[in-house]
């Protein structure tokens, strides 16, 4: 091979090398992309995929309301509120209906448990109310059976309930109070007539207005 002619070899060997470096320093200044495997985009361990409720997830999901805890001194200063009527045909009882967890509202008449659902919403609507003193809006609970109607009208809307069964507990099950994910109500007294020693429990669902 000639001079001129290695020369040119050499030259254009040369240029190649420097070609490739020069591409191989672009591409490793160039971000990198995340993939599939990317702990950015997994569902699994490292930064994983955050669960989110939409809003029509939390239309869906029921209203669920906290009852207040009943105070030490029954007769605890609170409102004295009349809010409606309870109607229950098979123990002849019309009766107004109050709002307030002390017996300054329930010496009046049965009385709505404040944090508990009202009749018609969705919940657990709670009245508790006297068997022997006052006007004992609930002396005869004990008679009412499975399928018998209780009315309530509240703020001009009129709910039918229908009993749906009964318990005798003790003083301290408070668990009749909680919340339920449907329409029901619950009615109790002390028990038997005349003793604080248990309380009678009616359960309740609703069956429509009017």
Not at 16 to 35: I, N, Q, Y
Not at 156 to 164: H, I, N, P
Request: one cysteine or more; proline letters at 10%.
């Amino acid at each position: 091979m000639t001079d001129p002619r290695r020369f040119l070899v050499l030259l254009a060997t040369g240029l190649l090398f420097f070609a490739g470096m020069f591409v191989a320093v672009l591409r490793s200044t160039e971000p990198a992309k995340a993939t599939v495997d990317s702990p950015l985009f997994t569902t699994g361990q490292g930064v994983a995929a955050t669960t989110t409720t939409t809003t029509a997830d939390a239309a869906a999901a029921p209203t669920l309301t906290a009852p207040v805890k009943p105070p030490a001194d029954p007769y605890v200063p609170e409102p004295i509120q009349e809010i409606g009527k309870i109607e229950i045909p098979k123990i002849g009882l019309v009766h107004k209906v109050m709002h307030g967890i002390s017996l300054r509202n329930i010496d009046q008449g049965p009385s709505h448990w404040p944090g508990t659902a009202l009749p018609g919403e969705n919940g657990n609507a709670v009245f508790a109310g006297h068997r022997v003193t006052h006007t004992h809006p609930f002396r005869n609970i004990d008679q009412l059976v499975e399928g018998d109607e209780v009315f309530f009208t509240i703020g001009g809307v009129r709910s039918r309930y229908l009993v749906t069964g009964h318990e005798v507990v003790s003083p301290g099950r408070l668990d009749i109070v909680n919340p339920t994910t449907t329409p029901t109500a619950t009615l109790f007294a002390c028990h038997p007539p005349g003793s604080a020693k248990q309380r009678y429990v009616v359960h309740l669902a609703l069956a429509g207005f009017g």
